[in-house]
């Protein structure tokens, strides 16, 4: 079985503050996929990042980072700088294959301005 | 290129009703996913189609809710009766490539309809 455990439920933040969002996983597949998905108040879920369990890079984008440990088990994402336009509930997802994802609980950020 | 669609965006019914849901995939996406998301919960999937084949409806509660994807493009969710714990956003995604025992794609989502059972 597989399981993503996101234990921050809500966070605030103020504006230009650095947050970042807390991912643990267990699977016993040793191929699987992390993902992050950003989900504003429109509903939509959007996809952010896909990472398999044989990259261990650490990846920018912008403002956005994704620090992948397997050793802690663990998938933490970071926005700098943030911005209001990052309130959202984020996501983190697995899956160990066969394309069924599971997906984490969510963390609602709140970015203030 | 155009996203998911799912009609419609909302709907309210009356437990014991029935209620319907449609997705339109990206186009050329083999794979089709149904997912329920309970208020202040992730995405729980429902049924994973493969074309028009079923891959997984493990967690489908099938003594009311039933899925058909006939032509391998659009799909239908349906509901009948609707009870109390339906009240949820459906959401409807696509991923592009066929299922491998190792490869998982990314999932591409659409707006989701939210469904309210009174």
């Known amino acids: 079985a597989q399981k993503v455990t996101q234990a921050q439920t809500e966070i605030s933040v103020v504006e230009k503050e650095d947050v970042t969002l807390d991912c643990v996983y267990e699977t016993r597949d040793t191929t699987y996929y992390l993902f992050w998905y950003k989900q504003p108040p429109s509903g939509e879920l959007v996809f952010l990042i896909r990472?398999?369990?044989?990259?261990?890079q650490n990846e920018i984008s912008g403002r956005y980072s994704w620090n992948f440990q397997k050793s802690t088990s663990s998938f933490n994402f970071t926005i700098t700088a943030s911005q209001v336009v990052d309130s959202a509930v984020y996501f983190c997802?697995?899956?160990?294959?066969?394309?069924?994802?599971?997906f984490g609980t969510g963390t609602k950020l709140q970015v203030i301005p | 290129e155009a996203g998911v669609a799912q009609s419609p965006r909302y709907k309210i019914i009356e437990k014991r009703q029935s209620v319907a849901f449609w997705c339109n995939p990206i186009s050329g996406h083999a794979t089709l996913y149904w997912y329920q998301q309970i208020l202040g919960q992730g995405p729980k999937l429902l049924i994973q189609f493969q074309n028009n084949g079923v891959v997984d409806d493990s967690q489908l509660p099938k003594d009311r809710f039933s899925a058909e994807r006939l032509k391998g493009v659009d799909s239908t969710l349906k509901i009948q009766p609707a009870k109390l714990e339906d009240s949820a956003v459906y959401l409807c995604?696509?991923?592009?490539?066929?299922?491998?025992?190792?490869?998982?794609?990314?999932?591409?989502f659409g707006p989701g309809t939210r469904l309210t059972v009174l």
């Open positions: 995604a696509s991923s592009p490539f066929t299922w491998t025992r190792t490869r998982t794609d990314t999932q591409y």
């Open positions: 990472r398999n369990s044989f990259d261990e």
């Open positions: 997802a697995l899956s160990g294959g066969y394309q069924k994802v599971t």
